[in-house]
């Protein structure tokens, strides 16, 4: 074998070794490559014949259409709308679900209690809900909050149930056996060793609230990213709607790159360990 089969070799083992980290430029590297590759295959798409133009315009148009957008018709205003829909009702989802998904983790006879009635509403899906919140809100913010709302709340809790479980019993049995009460141990024991554990999870929650912000602004809606991509689709803008979609990919890339250096501010010794 010569030395250079040797460390091509060697460079694909350290590339496809199970869980091994492999460097910043190389990361960097392959990240920027699978984009250069789908933009790649979208702007060939039309001139191959692939697809209609009427229907998937190509990466320059859609990027005229997000100048435009931004530029002449204060679209600006809809996407500060539309982060603040997510934010306002993910903070209050996170302030339902953080305590209730630790307590009934914590406590089986919270658990008991609570997570019939949890387990039921993960089922059943948001949207259904849309007609009865116009009913009962009317056609302002009022039902499009309620709506992300109803749309993370309950899988958060239900979550988060499950990593409060997993935090090591010899933790908890330690805290008694120095004196400890139950709540001393909740404040003190499992808050802050399930607390890593719920900040990932607010930060998956938060992609599937992303997920359901066109939902909750296609209905009843003169704002907002959805409202923006829905009037497109009278006129059969699609290089609008898919403007608006380029949007709502970046803003939450943007939220989930803000959760990862709060993960890594808050607990820095879990990415130390992690190396």
């Not at 209050?92 to 006879?109: D, E, H, Y």
């Not at 116009?134 to 009022?142: R, V």
């Amino acid at each position: 074998m010569t030395d250079k089969q040797a460390s091509n070799r060697a460079q694909k083992k350290l590339w496809f070794e199970f869980k091994k980290p492999i460097s910043l430029p190389v990361t960097v590297a392959l990240g920027v490559s699978m984009w250069v590759i789908f933009f790649g295959l979208w702007e060939l798409s039309v001139p191959m014949g692939w697809v209609t133009e009427l229907l998937v315009p190509g990466p320059t148009k859609v990027l005229s259409a997000l100048y435009n957008l931004f530029v002449e018709r204060n679209f600006l205003s809809d996407v500060g709308v539309s982060i603040y829909r997510i934010i306002v009702s993910f903070i209050a989802a996170c302030a339902f679900a953080i305590p209730l998904g630790i307590l009934m983790g914590a406590f089986r006879a919270v658990e008991a209690f609570f997570n019939p009635f949890v387990s039921a509403w993960r089922y059943l899906p948001a949207p259904s809900f849309i007609p009865i919140l116009l009913m009962w809100f009317g056609t302002g913010d009022a039902p499009k909050l309620a709506l992300l709302f109803i749309g993370v709340v309950w899988f958060m809790a239900t979550i988060i149930m499950d990593h409060t479980k997993n935090v090591r019993t010899e933790f908890i049995e330690t805290s008694q056996t120095l004196g400890g009460n139950r709540w001393q141990i909740l404040r003190t024991v499992v808050i802050p060793a399930v607390m890593p554990d719920v900040v990932t999870t607010m930060r998956q929650m938060l992609a599937v609230s992303w997920t359901y912000l066109v939902i909750a602004e296609i209905v009843a809606s003169t704002n907002g990213i959805g409202a923006m991509m829905m009037r497109a689709k009278r006129f059969i803008h699609t290089d609008e709607i898919i403007a608006g979609i380029i949007v709502i990919g970046i803003l939450g890339l943007v939220f989930d790159y803000l959760f990862r250096a709060l993960h890594r501010a808050m607990f820095p010794y879990i990415e130390e360990h992690g190396r």
